[in-house]
């Protein structure tokens, strides 16, 4: 495998950052998980301006380009011959001292990662996915912006364990005020009466990429969807529950907390945007 280090691609082998590294010691960084769909980078622009829209609300000054970042990616895409997968793009403060000040940082560092990834099994798809209500509080919106898709990720890895204890694969967060935020990795949302509800990012989700391409595809099929704060009791009596995500794309919940959501199978619009997802992703009809 070939890695995009700072300038160059190099060998996996030496694809390496010091331990000296702000991202490396305190998280101190920014990033990006974007999908390949037959070997074109999915909505490559709309992830590009959030990266870069993440460095600056932590003040984080990234060394390349737009443009240049772009080449880079393509050039680490097609070194790996990756048709259909996944890149991960990192950009930390860079190298500092052991102190908290990340202006002694001359240099951000940048890598970038093309290789497979790991999906859900279809079968998940097809029944849908029970999940937990997690005890861990999404950060508060005055700590850090939720906008911000940060490489300090423990908020979301102390929920994620709280899910993997029970023994299910996902858990969804609420804020400090019991409103739903998002689940650990995926965007939240639900069907009540034909109508998709959603949380707003001021309730502390990530905007997501998948998430704005669902909304719109929503739309164009004559659905409203409705952006407000949702609670866990909207959760348990939804008609419908899916989350979004760019490793999920969509994916049905099917229980909650014990609390079974609808007929217990992924609903009528969380199948017509998945197809409808999958159409727009992979230029193509979904095989049903």
């Known amino acids: 495998m070939k890695v995009w280090v700072n300038d160059r691609l190099v060998d996996e082998s030496e694809a390496k950052i010091s331990v000296f590294d702000h991202g490396v010691l305190y998280g101190d960084g ?66 500092g001292t052991l102190g908290l000040n990340p202006f002694i940082c001359e240099n951000s560092t940048i890598f970038i990662i093309a290789d497979n990834i790991q999906l859900y099994p279809e079968e998940l798809y097809e029944k849908g996915m029970k999940i937990i209500s997690a005890t861990t509080v999404r950060n508060h919106p005055l700590a850090i912006p939720p906008q911000v898709k940060s490489l300090n990720y423990l908020n979301n890895i102390l929920a994620k364990i709280e899910a993997l204890d029970y023994n299910v694969p996902e858990a969804i967060m609420y804020n400090h005020e019991g409103f739903v935020a998002e689940a650990t990795g995926d965007n939240v949302f639900i069907v009540r009466n034909n109508i998709i509800y959603t949380p707003p990012v001021q309730a502390g989700s990530l905007p997501g990429i998948t998430r704005t391409v669902v909304i719109n595809l929503a739309k164009k099929e004559g659905l409203e969807v409705i952006e407000m704060n949702l609670t866990r009791f909207d959760l348990y009596v939804a008609d419908e529950f899916f989350l979004t995500g760019t490793a999920a794309e969509v994916i049905g919940i099917v229980e909650i907390d014990n609390r079974t959501i609808g007929d217990g199978k992924p609903g009528p619009v969380t199948k017509l945007l998945r197809d409808r997802f999958f159409e727009y992703a992979h230029g193509k009809g979904r095989e049903r």
């Open 30 to 95: 920014v990033f990006e998980g974007i999908r390949v769909y037959n070997g074109k980078i999915f909505e490559f622009e709309a992830h590009i301006k959030r990266l870069y829209e993440s460095a600056r609300a932590i003040r984080l000054n990234i060394f390349m380009s737009p443009d240049e970042i772009v080449e880079a990616t393509k050039r680490t895409v097609e070194a790996n011959n990756v048709i259909d997968g996944y890149i991960r793009m990192v950009v930390t403060r860079g190298i």
